[in-house]
């Protein structure tokens, strides 16, 4: 079975940081894109980021582009979203989300994780 | 950045309704468009992707159309669990965008 399986969410203070993981299984990681897509409180989704199957390219949502850094091991088999400078409006669930096809990130995410909640609070 | 819209952002109906759910880019994003539904507290299932490509899985009672900046989603028969929030998103290029969402609710 796919599966996706967020961790590290939590409380932080703003201006903190904190660093999540996604684990993945039952497909070939190191083939695919994978995506880090975010939902605040009652609002809509939104994409963060994206890395590409070998890390070589990396993509960011400009309200997250010098505060937020994508990795991933895929030896591990393990997506990383770290958050620094971190800011009320960050409060959200994050999900990661898998590419639907191999190598490429132009058709949709077919695969998601049951997402990890970030609260940013005094 | 592409902008999304979508109309309505929200909509009554009934089991067994037809409904239409439409999407609008701001720019030309050729068919790298894309379909998900989200039930309360849940993560966002795929539906459709590339405009008109109905996932494995998906039933066939959802359909999608369209090119260029115009899109559309149907469901020709309303099923319970289909009561939720559809949103739309462009691949085309990154940022990838969001739709804000159109939710669907029982009459």
């Known amino acids: 079975e796919v599966q996706l399986v967020e961790s590290g969410g939590g409380l932080v203070k703003p201006g903190g940081s904190l660093r999540l993981s996604c684990a993945a299984s039952g497909f070939t990681f190191s083939d695919y894109y994978m995506n880090w897509v975010r939902q605040a409180p009652g609002k809509g989704l939104e994409w963060v980021s994206s890395?590409?199957?070998?890390?070589?390219?990396?993509y960011y949502a400009p309200s997250v582009k010098g505060r937020f850094t994508i990795s991933r091991d895929n030896a591990e088999n393990s997506l990383y979203l770290q958050l620094n400078s971190l800011r009320a409006e960050d409060t959200s669930v994050y999900y990661c989300?898998?590419?639907?096809?191999?190598?490429?990130?132009?058709?949709?995410?077919?695969?998601w994780g049951q997402g990890t909640t970030v609260t940013v609070s005094s | 950045d592409i902008q999304m819209t979508q109309s309505p952002s929200s909509l009554s109906a009934s089991v067994g309704d037809r409904v239409t759910i439409t999407c609008r880019a701001s720019q030309n994003i050729s068919n790298f468009l894309n379909w998900y539904r989200q039930k309360p507290g849940k993560a966002p299932k795929f539906l459709i992707s590339a405009a008109t490509s109905l996932q494995s899985g998906v039933p066939s009672r959802f359909s999608g159309s369209g090119s260029g900046t115009d899109f559309t989603l149907t469901i020709s028969s309303l099923q319970p669990e289909d009561f939720a929030t559809y949103f739309c998103q462009q691949s085309y290029t990154t940022p990838q965008t969001f739709g804000p969402g159109t939710n669907l609710e029982i009459k």
């Open positions: 890395i590409s199957s070998s890390g070589a390219y990396i």
């Open positions: 989300a898998k590419a639907l096809r191999s190598y490429s990130s132009i058709y949709g995410l077919d695969v």
